[in-house]
């Protein structure tokens, strides 16, 4: 894991936030037009850094690493004495539209969670998680971030879906796993900081939420995003959320904004966010 060093002058860290705001690399940029860039979940901490902290400059550090790493690797992680974080790319995402989705998520952030203390942000391809508190890193997470299932699926599509995820959550598994069965098609994926016993587990939980709660309506898509992984099936053909845009499961759409607990390091999440709105 990578140091990030601390006490940059505030002068670096403006220059980080605009860089990272508005120079993306060019090979990034063309990259965009590529992938969904689809909000899946944002949330944010209630306790933020001060302006010009050494805490707030380490973030700004932080997350200048993790946006040049995203362009390498489809996954890192990097820590300081104040802040530690990490960024998930899809096992199917080229890495320049890797790059470009971490720093489409910092952009979020940014805007939606400015100086947070702990914040994530998913999108469809990508997540991109930090908190002051280091212990999450490495530790599993089966916490529930969000849940949808899409319309109802022909009474023909039942077996295709559950051998789908029947085959996500067979073990053992690699941290990226697709499926596919007749006219369904399925995705799994895991954060890279937990092991393959806990990636099984995480995934495990995600597919049989899928199955009771998506699959048991006979909905035609779903989605369950937990802590440290998520699983979701469609219909083959169709990708993004734009395929099943009816909430079905969970009452309102629980992906605007959050909330982090310090003190058990669990997202919660709330309907709608203010500020967001």
Same mark, same amino acid.
């Given at each position: ?204 939980? @995600? ?23 998520? @699983?979701?099936?469609?219909? @083959? ?41």
């Amino acid at each position: 894991m990578t140091t990030v060093q601390p006490n940059m002058p505030a002068a670096i860290s403006l220059l980080l936030r605009l860089f990272l705001l508005l120079l993306p690399l060019s090979s990034t940029a063309a990259a965009a037009d590529s992938w969904d860039s689809s909000l899946v979940y944002a949330g944010c901490s209630a306790a933020t850094f001060p302006a010009e902290s050494g805490a707030q400059l380490d973030l700004d550090s932080l997350l200048s690493s993790l946006a040049n790493s995203a362009a390498l690797s489809p996954y890192s992680s990097f820590t300081s004495s104040s802040v530690s974080g990490l960024y998930q790319c899809g096992g199917d995402l080229p890495l320049p539209s890797c790059a470009a989705c971490v720093r489409s998520a910092i952009e979020r952030l940014s805007s939606l969670c400015p100086s947070a203390a702990a914040a994530a942000a998913q999108l469809r391809p990508c997540l991109l998680r930090y908190s002051n508190d280091s212990s999450f890193l490495a530790r599993p997470d089966t916490s529930l971030a969000f849940r949808r299932c899409g319309p109802p699926s022909p009474s023909s599509a039942a077996a295709d879906r559950q051998a789908a995820l029947s085959a996500l959550s067979a073990p053992p598994g690699a941290p990226f796993r697709s499926a596919a069965a007749g006219a369904v098609r399925g995705a799994a994926q895991c954060a890279g900081d937990i092991g393959a016993a806990q990636c099984g587990d995480c995934v495990a939980e @995600a597919v049989a939420r899928l199955t009771a709660e998506c699959g048991g309506a006979g909905a035609a898509s779903g989605d369950v995003y937990l802590g440290k992984c998520y @699983a979701r099936f469609w219909p @083959a053909g169709k990708t993004g959320l734009n395929h099943h845009p009816a909430l079905t499961v969970g009452g309102p759409d629980p992906r605007i904004c959050g909330r982090f607990s310090p003190s058990s390091s669990s997202w919660w999440w709330w309907s709608r966010c203010p500020k967001l709105n």
